[in-house]
Every structure is written in C-alpha cells, then in structure tokens.
C-alpha cells in the first residue's frame, strides 16, 4: 500500500514567503511531504505550469445569518461553501450574531445547528457582539473566547447591532484581557441617520442615495474612533470593508504610530463605483452594501493600500441577497426607498479569481502577496495559522492549483451560489483555480463541484494575542 493518499506533483508551490517548484504529498489530510521526487501516492495531481497555493481563508462571509422579518440570505453553509470551494476558498469564517437581548451563547448553539452536517469546507465563527451586557462582557465572552470563538465584529452602525462608545470601550477591554481580535464595521451612525431622513425629506429615496447617506467622511471618523478607542486600551483592532482613501489614511496613520491596527478591504471595493448604484430602476439595489462603493480614485487608493502593506486582509464580506425576490432585495417592495434594502453583495467565488487576475497577473501584487492576504494573514490574525493558511507539513491539506492561462468570462449562471445576479457579471478575468482540495479531498476540479455536504469540519481558533489579565496595566 502506497503510505501517500496524493501527491501534487511539479507545481509552483507559493506561501506568503516563498516560490517554489516542489511536489507534495498528502496523508490522512495534512501534508506530510515536500520536495523533489516523491513516491507515488494513490491519486496523482500533476500540476506542472500551474501555481499551488494555500486554499483561501475567507475571514469575512454571512452563511444563513438570521436577519430581520421577512428577509432571508440566499446561502446557507450548504451552497455558500460549495460556492467558495469552487472559487479556490477552503475555510470560512462567517459571523454568529447575538440579537440584542439575546445570549451570545445561544447565537453560536443555533449557527451551530445551521452549519452541521451542511458545509462542504471548514469553517470557524467570528461571533457578533450586538449587546454588551454585563452578562456577556463577564461570563458568555470569556467563556466562548476559551472555547475557541476568539474574534468578534462590533458595529458602530445598524440599529439594531450599534454599540456606543463606551460599550465598545468596555468590549475591548474584553478582548485585551482574553487575547481576543475585535473587528470594527467603522461608520458613523448618528450622520448616516440624518443624511437619510435630509435625503428622504427631499424625495431622494432610489438606490443611488445610499452612497450619499454614508460618504467617505462618515467611515473616516468612524474609523478614526475605532482606532482611538482601541488605543486608549491597548488592544488590537481590525477594521473591516474599508471602501477608500479617508479611511486608509486613518489606518496608515495608526500603523505609523505603532498601533496594532489591522485593515481589510474586500472586491467591491476595487470593481465597483457609486455608479453602479445608479442603474435602471431598482437595479442599483444589487450593489447595495456598506460602506457603499466609492469612485475611481477611491479603487486606486485601494488598489495602493494592497501593495503598500496598509491591508492585512481581502475578504469577500459575501452577504448573499437575492434580487428578484420578497425576501431579498426586494424585501420591501422594489421601489422602496433605499435605507430598506438589505445591505450586502455576493462575491465568495469571485473573491480570489477577481484579485489574482487584476492583481497578480495584472502586475499589482506579487503572488506571494496575493497569497497573505488571502490565506496566511487571515488566518494568523484569527489564530487558525499553521493549520489553515499555508503550505508547510504538518498543515492541513487544504489547497487550491491555479492555471494562469485560462481565460473566462464572470456568468453568474455559472457560480455555485444560490443568488440570482453577480455584480461582476461579463467580466473577463484570467488565471482561474482549476482543483480545490479540502483536507486532503478533492472538492472542485475541472469545472465540476466534487464535494459533499457535511464533510467541512467547525475549527475552533487560538488566541490571536497572549491574555492579558486585569491590573496589568492602567487596570483593564
Ligand atoms: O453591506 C454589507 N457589508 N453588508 C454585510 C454586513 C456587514 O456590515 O458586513
Ligand atoms: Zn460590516
Ligand atoms: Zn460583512
């Protein structure tokens, strides 16, 4: 009996650090072997003139998030993690949301329930922190950080998930003291409050307005909150969906200071424009997320951030709506004024095709980089690194083979997903993920879906930071 399940034989093996031609071998679902030569193993990969790389850590994605009456995501973790596996992505990290008054323990039992026996790839939970209890701050966080739920988002916008400034400064100081990573969705509420009912005053209700309900300058001040509060108690932070320049310029900012800050951009960001918002009808509805996309000089000065080092993190922030639908975007009625659509677009299969095509071969990121940001970085700020994340033995074998020479078109009718529309639909990319392996199966190759649901497994994630207990320092 051959001792390899598979070997991946004569590819460009890349990690965050390195390139290389190499061939790996795959036992019991971890990587076993790398090198030159190796014995046969039961199934072969030849990989020769294609890249193997670090299947993609997506840290930002909604699965089956319960939402509000009447509105329902599109994925559950059935067909969002087939659709990410098919896009080259081999863990996800979507959000187990606390609804206000509710136990944050209970949020992860039921996102629990929604992913068992369902997800085709693995997957962890940040948790979402929408009511600050003492309750919660004392026991259910501490607890859930031990048990392995060691980040979570904060929200300075949405009613119906804002903290204010001083619980999000009494959140941190859980995070510090337990080694946990915040993740911030910076915008200011109380602005994008009044410039919606200005904008609704005036009859300007059509999806376009949404960009003008929550401008740059209201991330901007967000985002310099954020970091301020996370100074004043000496915790890191990660600000999530950066949309353009103000915002960056806070970060950079931070990051010149010393400060833990972490940043994340995601597609939409760097291919869509306010302008597309702006379609027919209610067509702009499909392009309806937050922060909103922004302008050309906004995509280059994100485009910049990734070269530059500012992001850390590129994320798909995937919050599947359908269009055409009572319980999507249409929720409300299709020409209902625009703080009623639910915010959010689809993009867990472009996320990594869309980057590797413009950014890599397009000549921006070198793929090394390409490969931090989507893997390495994700999963070491998140505290999955070395299993998830890279390409080493020992890790997982969670792998996705590239071949930069196939050219395509973006045809939602192709995705894996179960929304009705891509908002990169037409585009023609280059370079595509050929075979995604999940622990050592293979769960996409060739154009066809091989995985099964079930077969992804919940990872429970280490402490990003080293605890730090109360008194330490200024008594946090
Ligand atoms: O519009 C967006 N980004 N919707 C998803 C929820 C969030 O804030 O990330
Ligand atoms: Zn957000
Ligand atoms: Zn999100």
Redesign the pocket.
């Known amino acids: 009996m051959n001792s390899f399940d598979l070997v991946i034989r004569n590819g460009t093996v890349v990690t965050a650090a390195d390139t290389s031609i190499c061939d790996i071998a795959v036992r019991d679902g971890r990587i076993v072997a790398m090198g030159e030569g190796l014995e046969a193993g039961r199934e072969e990969i030849d990989a020769s003139g294609q890249f193997v790389l670090p299947g993609g850590v997506d840290a930002?994605c909604?699965l089956d998030q319960p939402m509000g009456p009447g509105v329902q995501m599109a994925d559950d973790f059935e067909s969002g993690t087939r659709s990410a596996a098919c896009g080259g992505t081999t863990t996800v990290i979507p959000?187990a949301a606390q609804e206000k008054g509710a136990s944050l323990k209970a949020a992860v039992e039921d996102y629990h329930r929604r992913a068992n026996g369902k997800s085709c790839i693995d997957y962890a939970f940040h948790l979402i922190i929408s009511d600050a209890s003492q309750d919660v701050l004392v026991r259910e966080l501490p607890e859930l950080i031990e048990a392995g739920y060691t980040s979570f988002?904060i929200?300075m916008?949405?009613d119906d998930?804002k903290l204010d400034d001083r619980q999000i400064l009494e959140t941190l100081a859980v995070a510090r003291r337990e080694g946990a990573m915040t993740m911030v969705?910076a915008e200011n509420a109380d602005c994008i409050a009044w410039l919606t009912e200005t904008l609704e005053a005036i009859g300007h209700t059509a999806p376009r307005y949404h960009a003008d309900a929550r401008p740059s300058i209201v991330e901007r001040e967000a985002t310099h909150r954020a970091i301020s509060l996370a100074e004043l108690v000496d915790t890191p932070v990660l600000i999530?969906?950066v949309s353009g320049r103000e915002a960056i310029e806070q970060i950079r900012w931070a990051q010149g200071r010393g400060l833990r800050v972490y940043g994340e951009t995601?597609p939409q960001y760097l291919f869509l424009t306010a302008e597309d918002l702006d379609k027919d009808g209610f067509e702009g509805a499909k392009c309806?997320?937050?922060?909103p996309p922004r302008d050309k000089a906004n995509q280059a000065g994100v485009w910049d951030g990734l070269e530059n080092g500012v992001f850390q993190v590129f994320s798909s922030?995937h919050?599947p709506f359908r269009y055409d639908d009572d319980k999507g975007k249409k929720a409300a009625g299709d020409t209902a004024p625009f703080q009623y659509i639910?915010?959010?677009?689809p993009g867990i299969e472009t996320r990594l095709p869309l980057l590797f095509s413009e950014g890599v071969l397009g000549g921006r990121i070198d793929i090394t980089r390409f490969v931090a940001l989507t893997a390495t970085n994700p999963a070491r700020i998140y505290g999955l690194y070395p299993r998830k994340g890279t390409i080493a033995i020992g890790a997982d074998a969670d792998i996705a083979i590239w071949d930069p020479k196939v050219e395509w078109t973006i045809r939602n009718a192709e995705l894996h997903h179960n929304v009705d529309y891509t908002p990169y639909e037409g585009m023609q990319l280059r370079g595509r993920p050929v075979t995604t392996i999940s622990r050592g199966q293979v769960v996409w190759r060739n154009g066809q879906f091989k995985g099964t649901a079930g077969q992804g497994r919940f990872v429970p994630c280490e402490r990003p930071q080293p605890a730090r207990p109360r008194g330490e320092s200024r008594g946090f």
């Open positions: 930002h909604h959000f988002k929200y916008t949405y998930l969705h999530v969906h995601c309806v997320c937050s922060p922030d919050a639910p915010n959010g677009i």
